[in-house]
């Protein structure tokens, strides 16, 4: 990120001599000159650091002078002790290095691998610290006389720039048909050609490869679909510029703030009616995923192209993004018709990043690239080195050590070989680079997770199980710099309760190394087990049994599913295979099977996705739930149920129901906070899990607990879904081991 070049260039500012270098700890510097200009300089190096820079701490010593002649950069020392600095996230291409690879007369005109100390790879290619070429996957590429003077003239923007190449010295970009035969010619060019014509494309990026297909072709993303095997799951589109993306979806200024930074992640954002893209890309949304090129091929791509193209994960459904070329020829040789490649190797899988943008801030879906591996700093350090394992699904681990959680890139369902082997290596490297060996190794309570019996396999170590929702809860507050006790409402699809039964829709009070279960919405059958996951219809036969028994109306769920329908039900009765849930992830699976939006699922969340986007945005009328006070406060869930089928019966419109149906939930979790808050007397309130995604329900809810004078949390640094889960596990370890305050 350029710091040393910083600091050299500021020692020269104020006549001072002496040198600066990296070590394992950070960017150490001596200096001597006159005591005014040594003190402005000290305060010049947090005060005026690159903007790329993070300055945590400055610690300095006086020491005798002697003598030095002239300021110099030194090599980098391995050094004794923790690995305390830093590796930067990669970074979006920064306008100087675009400038120049659009300018004819450049030297590096057209080059897809510019970069300078302000953007560029960073964490995909290091494979160790201090960062230092030599010990990343440019080590192979030996500097050209023009790229090494750049390297070593303090006025120039690639001063001491480890990736720093040229089309002389670095990356050569080509192009290959699906048997990886090489294709003559311009490999851009011959990509646009090939994408305009309808073809599939594979692109290599910074931390994988991607699948591309024009986004207006309606027959090319369709056999995209279908190689990839992702039936319904909306794709990513890479618009050309900001321009292009304000004519695909609405954006406020804090959404174009995360689209336009260095991060670059996918925006979710509602779709215009004059947005060009075929009805596959995003099927039955009003959101598209949008995202800016942030690297020199895309930029190359989309300039040439001139017009928006799907930019989707290089893999089959449920595998991990291919990063290696030999793996990217096995796995994606039946998906892309031509590899747009380079022999710059990737170190790190690293999936884009997904932001939705909540009141002014990010809200985290999926935390990965351009953000990973930046900490997230905590207010009370780490007394123990901790590993936190995380979830089962959307998994990332974490790495606690003094101030800092190191949450990893997102790594995805542990449901597979491919992915779990990901997992081991995203592990044992993080370990690596951060010179952690971890003394406290925290899981979920959930026997049968990957994560957990990972964790059982460590030795040395002490174990801490945390329970899935105070995890959630936890994550939170870490999230926001506080220690609780707070009110806890822990909204998702399935974690494991310590009572045998599967919690979701959980009321916790809170702090960060404990909790009481205060409440939740009443438990229901979950018929089938995790067939109901699969098959949303299945929790509405439960919920409908539960309100009208054997009177149930005649609805068209029941009609489409009359040849299961009564053995489900009975399952339910008699609870075979069907365990009981409060999840408040399986209530909207019963509403949208309800309304017809969807009876089976494709991917996870499928249906409550679906169902929040029939809202009628307009509708303020809600469904109301009876609760019951206890303790602990239990949430009727089914009212709401009951609700939904007396206005179906009456030909009320379903935008208007899915509508009412979440007013009627966040005031329902409104009310029981009160009760809560009347019982123990806390006014913080802490939102997470997966459900709060949905950012109706998320805005419904935050304004009516303000309404009732609550001060509320929700995620921005973090996911509030399962990706966040380690988070919370780390940070409930850590204060199991000592008193916060």
Known sequence: MGFRPFVYGLAGQYGLAGFVGNDSRGVFVEAEGSPQMVARFAADLARKSPPLAVVERITTEHTVPVGERGFRIVPSSRGPGDHDALVAPDTATCADCLREITDPAARRYGYAFTNCTACGPRFTIVRDVPYDRCRTT??????????????????????????????????????????????????????????????????????????????????????????????????????????????????????????????????????????????????????????????????????????????????????????????????????ADGFLTHDRPIHVRVDDSVVRVFRGRELPVRRSRGYVPSPVTVKWPFPRTVLACGAELKNTFCLGREHHAFVSHHIGDLENYTTLRAYTEGIEHFCRLLGVRPQTVAHDLHP??????????????????????????????????????????????????????????????????????????????????????????????????????????????????????????TMARTG??????????????????????????????????????????????????SITKGPPVVVNAADLVRGVIGDLASGVGTARIA??????????????????????????????????????????????????????????????????????QAVVAAARTRPWT
């Open 659 to 728: 509508a009412r149906f979440h007013n009627g939930l966040a005031c329902a979790a409104v009310r029981a906070a009160c009760i809560l808050r009347d019982r123990v007397g806390l006014r913080t309130v802490a939102l997470s899990g997966g459900v709060f995604q949905n950012l109706t329900l998320l805005d419904r809810l935050v304004t009516g607990l303000e309404r009732e004078n609550f001060h509320v949390l929700t995620h921005h640094r973090v996911p509030p879904n399962d990706g966040g889960i380690s988070l919370g």
């Open 576 to 625: 075979t295979n069907s365990p009981a849930t409060s999840s408040a992830g399986r209530l909207f699976d019963a509403v949208a099977a309800i309304l017809g939006v969807r009876d089976e699922i494709r991917y996870e969340g499928q249906a409550a996705i679906e169902l929040e986007q029939r809202i009628d945005p307009n509708e303020s009328g809600g469904y109301a739930a």
């Open 448 to 569: 049968e997770y990957l994560s957990t019996k990972y964790a059982f396999e460590r030795t040395d170590v002490e174990l801490v199980g945390v329970q899935h929702h105070h995890a959630h809860i936890a994550s939170c507050l870490a999230d926001n710099g506080v220690s609780g006790p707070v009110i806890g409402i822990a909204f998702d699809g399935l974690g494991y309760g310590p009572d045998g039964t599967l919690w979701g829709g959980e009321l916790l009070i809170a702090d960060l190394a404990d909790y009481e279960r205060a409440g939740y919405l009443a438990p229901v059958p979950m018929p089938g087990g995790t067939a109901a996951v699969r098959e949303p219809w299945r929790m509405a036969a439960a919920y409908l049994d539960a309100v009208y028994g054997d009177g149930v109306p005649d609805l068209d769920v029941v009609r489409r599913h009359q040849d299961r329908w009564q053995a489900v039900v």
């Open 138 to 335: 440019m080590a192979d590429f030996a500097m050209c006389a023009d790229c090494a003077a750049e390297y070593g003239d303090p006025g120039d923007r690639r001063f001491h720039a480890q990736p720093v190449c040229c089309p002389a010295c670095g990356p050569a970009l080509r192009l290959v048909d699906a048997r990886w035969r090489e294709v003559p010619g311009d490999p851009v060019g011959t990509a646009v050609r090939w994408l305009r014509d309808g073809r599939i494309l594979a692109v290599k990026g910074l931390g994988g490869y991607h699948l591309a297909a024009l986004a207006d072709h309606p027959e090319a993303v369709s056999r995209l679909r279908a190689r990839k095997h992702r039936e319904a799951k909306p794709f990513a589109v890479m618009a050309p510029d900001l321009a292009s993306a304000r004519s695909l979806v609405r954006l406020d200024a804090a959404a174009e703030r995360a689209l336009t930074g260095v991060r670059r992640p996918i925006v979710l954002a509602p779709r215009l009616p004059i947005a060009r893209v075929a009805d596959a890309v995003a099927p039955g949304s009003r959101e598209l995923g949008v995202l800016l090129p942030y690297t020199p091929l895309h930029h190359l791509l989309a300039e040439e192209l001139g017009r928006p193209f799907v930019l989707t994960s290089g893999n089959l459904s449920d595998e991990p993004i291919a990063h290696r070329d030999e793996e990217a020829r096995e796995r994606l040789a039946g998906i």
